[in-house]
């Protein structure tokens, strides 16, 4: 309404020299002036004047928003350390709210790897400090950050302050650990496989072992299972079998799977009277699960090595010629198995 008013007193030369200003979310965008330059002429000027503004003020809403996203707890201070701008990741650091304003060293303490109490001495210089202690009167414990300074530099190359970013290495560790787990873990039965298997080989063969077993599991008729009940059954099977080995086995074991149907247990601080107690509780586990009325049966061969130096390969191929040798005097009772579960269940179905 304003602006059609503005332009009727215009055409009607009601208007003399002047302008109006339009405003938009509190900002004036555009700037309509009209000059009477004669008494035939007017001349009207339309200026964008506060677009510039008003993009910079919409794009400094996106990115708070955005950095109040960030694992980083983030914090921009003037030249001689006022707090300008704190992101919402940084307040629960701190376990303070509204802190803008205030001075960044009035409230927080920072201590380095040794203990030593750190001076934010402004000015500052570009740095990363890898590892400091964050302590505030309002923290319950002092938390282990990594700080990274850096100058906040205007065109011209005028500093007007510094972003300190403080990131708290738990999250990284846990990061990294998520990772790490995602990398080593295989998705159907939640052990882990072969990639960390390799990693685990490694280790073991640069480093005196002594006490150490090596247990591989094979799942007998899976192939059957897949082909009579379906491929879901046959997972089942498979993660029914993990976790009868996980549930018989010590904290700091390893189970691994190494292919479709077979898993690797690699023991530790056992001898072989134990090797053998711990497959005997796996055969005695497994009989009392069953897939579509198919009680589930493993084939198990194990090697055992005293101490010194490993040769993994070597504990492997034992490990897997009894593995073999059982399975194939078990096999002929095995299929036998499964066969009458499966004819069993015929029956029940169709008398």
Known sequence: NDVEKFINQVENLA?????????????????????????KTVLVNLSLVGEEMYATTALTSTMRLMLDYLDDGLVTVNNFGRILFSNQQFQPMVNRTNINRLYIGDFLDLYDDKGLKYILDFPLKNQVHSYMWLDSP???????????????????GFRVGYLFSFRDTSVREKREQEV?????????????????????????????????????IDLNGLKVINDSFGHEAGDLAIQKTSSVLVQCSKEQ?????????????????????????????INQNIVLQDVGNIPLSLSIGS???ADGMINFKEL????????????????????????????????ERNP
């Open 253 to 281: 074991d390893h189970i691994i799977r190494i292919g479709g149907d077979e898993f690797l247990a690699l023991l530790t601080d056992v001898d072989e009277y134990e090797i053998q107690n711990y497959i005997d509780n």
């Open 303 to 305: 090697a055992y090595h």
């Open 15 to 39: 208007y003399v020299n002047g302008s109006l200003n339009i405003n938009y979310d509190g900002i004036d965008i555009f700037s309509v002036s009209a000059n009477l330059s004669n008494q």
């Open 316 to 347: 492997l191929e034992e490990a897997e010629l009894k593995m073999y040798h059982h399975k194939t005097v078990s096999s002929q009772a095995t299929r036998r198995m499964i066969m009458d579960s499966i004819y069993a269940t015929l029956i």
């Open 180 to 216: 790490r787990s995602f990398a080593f873990t295989d998705a159907q039965t939640g052990v882990y496989n072969r990639h960390y298997l390799k990693e685990l080989i490694t280790h073991l063969e640069v480093n005196l072992v002594e006490n150490f077993g090596i247990v591989i």
């Open 138 to 156: 309002a923290m319950e414990d002092k938390l282990v950050v990594e700080m990274v300074v850096n100058e906040i530099r205007e065109g011209d």
